[in-house]
């Protein structure tokens, strides 16, 4: 009575196990289709991941460069071998392999800015800079020691070649450190022996040869495997003190022109007195050559004469005094004769010659 159906009600018992158990086989199959597919996808992705894992090895040496593989921090060859020419190259990807590439042409530039002030490329570029302040900032502020005891600031610029490649890269830990410790060195060496004066002004090529000699035997006593090209030194006096500074080589530059004009005005004045000298030492010695010439050749004349004046010395004279008197007498028309008297008074005679009367025009001149 409390069942009418008993039939159907056991027929539907065993139908619900059935439909569930259909239920978990579809789920089941689309989860394994799902996992095939994300395998799929797993498997081309960690392809593409190890072909770029192992394709970001490949790299290239430029035809001014040679490149050295490092696994894991050694060097793959030994010496030469261990340099890789220009082209392309492969290395096992980071960290297990590592490539160096170093130019074997290219000029190479380290800065030294131990003795200079603060500053930044920044400012370097727009020609702008920090405040001077009112005194040095040890703290941020580099500066040299003179030898004189006087702060001054300066920086070099050194460049270099690489000539050697495999010294340079396994010779030190880092080759352009070594090198900017080298410089940084040679400018407060140099500095030491040097007062400021000839640091900023007197001796300016002086310093800068001292900072680049110290900084090339430096180098080369630690076998960098570079050449120094050249070094270029700047150096300042302290800002603080930059107005001193200028007043000072104001007065070196006028005790200069003074000292120039001075010299210029002394050598005017010693060739002017050398030229004086010579010139009258020169009409000295024509005189005396002249004076010379002319007794010699009067004591010749007297030698020659000698011999007829102590033959008969009256007639000598005699003949002396016509010879003088019709030289002076040629051309004088007035012409007086005094004569003196035996016995020694005076006695005067007077005679005009050769007097010619003046002529007398006629009217038929006129």
Request: net charge negative; glycine share 6%; with cysteine.
């Amino acid at each position: 009575m409390s069942d009418p159906h008993p039939h159907h009600h056991h027929h539907d018992e065993p139908d619900a196990p059935h439909g569930a158990e259909q239920s978990i086989d579809a789920g089941s199959q689309a989860l394994a289709e799902t996992l095939r597919s994300s395998f799929v996808i797993v498997k081309i992705v960690t392809g593409i991941l190890v072909c770029v894992f192992l394709g970001s090895g490949i790299f290239t040496v430029g035809p001014q460069e040679r490149a050295i593989i490092l696994r894991l921090g050694k060097p793959v060859g030994d010496g030469e071998k261990a340099l890789l020419g220009p082209g392309f190259h492969w290395s096992m990807p980071y960290p297990i392999d590592e490539y160096v590439k170093v130019s074997i042409s290219g000029i190479q530039k380290v800065t030294s800015t131990v003795g200079w002030y603060a500053t930044t490329p920044e400012m370097e570029l727009a020609g702008t800079e920090m405040g001077a302040g009112p005194s040095l900032s040890p703290m941020v502020d580099g500066y040299l020691l003179t030898a004189d005891g006087n702060i001054a600031h300066a920086r070099a610029t050194l460049t270099y070649h690489i000539h050697d490649p495999v010294r340079y890269v396994f010779g030190f830990l880092n080759a352009s450190n070594a090198i900017q410790s080298a410089v940084d060195n040679s400018l407060i060496w140099a500095a030491a022996r040097y007062p400021v004066d000839d640091i900023i002004t007197r001796d300016v090529i002086g310093f800068n040869e001292a900072v680049r000699r110290r900084a090339t035997e430096l180098i080369t006593q630690q076998n960098l495997g570079v050449t120094v090209e050249q070094c270029s030194v700047q150096s300042i006096p302290p800002r603080q003190l930059k107005e001193a500074f200028a007043n000072v080589l104001k007065a070196e530059v006028n005790r200069s022109r003074v000292l120039n004009e001075s010299r210029s005005y002394e050598n005017q004045v010693l060739s002017k007195a050398s030229a004086d000298s010579q010139s009258r030492k020169d009409t000295a010695e024509s005189d005396r050559s002249r004076l010379v010439n002319d007794m010699a050749g009067q004591a010749e004349r007297f030698r020659d004469i000698l011999p007829q004046y102590q033959q008969n010395p009256t007639l000598f004279v005699q003949q002396r005094l016509s010879e003088t008197l019709g030289r002076s007498l040629t051309n004088v028309q007035d012409k007086i004769f005094l004569t003196e008297s035996g016995d020694g008074r005076p006695k005067e005679l007077r005679l005009l010659l050769n007097r010619e009367p003046p002529k007398v025009r006629s009217e038929e001149n006129k």
